[in-house]
């Protein structure tokens, strides 16, 4: 929601200018007149004795209008993020007033006849040792950080194509209405996953014009099936989503899914006439409910898109529900697991490192530490397969001990021979599981020390979806590491649900743009989220980094739109130890400051590399 939404077009209030503007006794009116944050002073008998400029900016009244009101009949309402209004007897400075109640970093809309901003506020006794003796309040403008967030949601949250619901909405409101059925509030929740035979097909025959028309033509047979009860969106490139909720009985339900299955196959197959072509298509799907097959939004998606592949694999043009006792990844669980305690061990798993890379100055700023598992039978293992495992198993300690420990040798091995920046960090990624581990912060500080590993040169990263878990506790681990000296990025921006305006104010550093917008530049709303990312880090105070640039069109665009770092194949895969030290000797011109933009595209290319063979590295 943003503030012009609360904007009464019928008043043209100027910013006003308070011409009697006074400070209580004892302080200078200079004093406020300074402070970019609007301020309010309270007496001890509750009635508001000062403001400042910056505050009568913010609500746009004069401060003849605000002074000597008191604070149970301010010329204002506050409401709480939430929407729920705030009385005027528990607004953050009566509380301070009478209660000496200290508030901070409160996110509030405050709402005059005028205008509606959100603010976030601080509120506190003048002089704690003697309490209802006095409060001040202090106010900061959000208005542009939560019209950002506003505007970044509407994009993400509509297929640009087909204007359904986008993945990650869909999945939002799919975890909703899962919720709902585990609190009572609901019935039962099922999924169908649509899969289009042949589409691959025509869109390489006819080209990409030709098959949007059809995506689109689909999305519009599914739309006439939303209802209360059936929701729809767009997963994937030919692939939708419906979203079914339901009271009846299971076998009912069943056959409501059924049927439901078999109306969109009917309209999937029926021709669609463009420019002179009869077009067919048919839809293999999937299905999958709740709580049978999963009970979380994502895992009951996934078990949909393991279903859809059943029905793919026998045939095409299938209907089949999830069966749950031929459910091979969870059978290789066990086995994954019992093989990953023993890795760290048997030398199995290696840390890999990947170049960042300064933009602007063309410098090499730091590299980010990936870790590798090298099975002995399975051969190498994808991360996205192993670290889900060991975070549920408990076996992402020893990885993260491991990598951690690896860094700091390999840091202090580069600072005795100077191939790396004095300056540069090592980025590394730090799960939400190992994250909320009571002795996590124990551990990393007796690393740090043991290695004698200066703090600033480490950075973890995090996802969005760890702030959303338990935010309070989040929040004070970060400020933790803060004091601590250590770095925090906030990984994969953008794909996550966390309020903007409580990142605002978290002691974060870095937020790396996620490499699905990165690589769909060329689409308008990708290339749009990605310039509204950079331009909120650099409103934050903090560094955008752009991961998964491949290409030089890719790297003049993130350039252009003012991002800071850059990472991807463009500049070098992950290389293990011995090839990221020979990709530091062989810098062009023997310097790291040679990477510059010119270079970007040539360093791993005719003379950057040397002898490194880059295929090979992206073959392994």
């Known amino acids: 929601m943003t503030s012009s939404e609360y904007e009464d077009p019928t008043m043209s209030a100027p910013v006003p200018t308070p011409p009697n503007f006074s400070s209580p006794p004892g302080l200078p009116a200079a004093a406020l007149s300074v402070l970019a944050e609007g301020v309010v002073l309270a007496a001890a008998d509750g009635v508001i004795s000062a403001v400042n400029p910056a505050f009568c900016h913010l609500v746009r009244l004069d401060a003849d209008a605000i002074v000597g009101r008191s604070l149970l009949d301010p010329p204002w309402l506050l409401d709480a993020e939430d929407g729920t209004p705030i009385p005027p007897d528990r607004s953050p400075i009566a509380r301070a007033l009478y209660g000496a109640e200290v508030t901070s970093d409160a996110v509030v809309l405050l709402r005059t006849a005028a205008v509606a901003t959100w603010i976030r506020v601080g509120a506190g006794p003048t002089d704690p040792e003697r309490p209802g003796t006095g409060a001040v309040m202090a106010a900061t403008d959000l208005t542009a950080v939560m019209d950002a967030e506003h505007n970044l949601r509407t994009l993400m949250f509509t297929d640009t194509l087909t204007s359904l619901s986008s993945r990650d909405h869909i999945t939002q409101r799919l975890a909703a209405a899962l919720e709902a059925c585990r609190s009572g509030e609901g019935g039962r929740v099922g999924v169908l996953h649509v899969d289009l035979d042949g589409f691959r097909t025509i869109n390489d025959t006819f080209g990409p014009t030709v098959g949007d028309v059809v995506l689109v033509e689909v999305a519009e047979r599914l739309r006439d099936l939303i209802d209360g009860r059936v929701g729809a969106g767009r997963v994937g490139v030919d692939e939708f989503l419906l979203m079914v909720q339901g009271d009846d009985p299971g076998l009912e339900f069943d056959g409501r899914i059924r049927r439901l299955a078999e109306e969109v196959q009917r309209r999937i197959a029926q021709p669609i006439h463009y420019d002179g072509l009869e077009l067919h298509l048919t839809g293999s799907i999937g299905a999958a409910r709740a709580p049978d097959d999963a009970t979380g939004a994502v895992e009951l998606m996934a078990a949909a898109d393991r279903a859809v592949r059943t029905s793919r694999a026998r045939g095409r043009n299938q209907f089949h529900f999830h069966d749950t006792t031929v459910d091979i990844r969870n059978r290789n669980h066990f086995t994954l697991d019992r093989d990953l305690r023993m890795a760290t061990a048997r030398r199995e798993l290696e840390v890999y490192y990947q170049p960042i890379v300064d933009l602007h100055r063309g410098t090499l700023a730091a590299a980010e530490a990936l870790v590798r598992w090298h099975h002995p039978e399975l051969g190498p293992v994808s991360p996205s397969t192993f670290i889900p495992t060991a975070e549920a198993t408990g076996s992402i300690a020893a990885i993260s001990d491991f990598v951690l420990h690896t860094v700091a040798s390999d840091l202090a091995d580069w600072d005795r021979s100077r191939l790396f920046p004095a300056h540069g960090r090592i980025a590394v990624n730090i799960s939400a599981a190992e994250f909320n581990r009571r002795d996590f912060l124990d551990r ?21 979806g760890l702030l959303v878990d338990d935010l309070r506790a989040a929040a004070d681990r970060l400020r933790e590491l803060d004091r601590r000296g250590i770095r925090v990025a906030l990984d994969d921006f953008g794909t996550g649900y966390s309020s903007l305006s409580y990142l605002h104010h978290l002691p974060l550093h870095t937020l790396k743009i996620d ?11 990708s290339g749009t989220i990605t310039r509204t990312i950079v331009s909120l880090a650099h409103s934050l105070g903090v560094v955008a980094v752009a991961e998964g640039v491949e290409n030089d069109d890719q790297r003049r665009f993130l350039t252009e739109a003012g991002c800071d770092l850059a990472q991807g194949f463009l500049i070098a895969p992950p290389l293990p130890r011995s090839a990221f030290d020979r990709f530091l000797r062989d810098l062009p011109h023997g310097s790291v400051g040679a990477v510059g933009a010119a270079g970007l595209g040539t360093a791993m290319g005719d003379t950057g590399m040397g002898d490194i063979d880059i295929d090979a590295i992206r073959s392994a």
Do not use: K, Q, Y
């Open 515 to 525: 490499r699905r917008f990165v690589g769909d530049l060329r689409d308008e709303r």
């Open 444 to 464: 990393l500080g007796s690393m740090i020390s043991s290695a004698g590993l200066d703090p600033h040169r480490l950075e973890l990263e995090i996802t969005e």
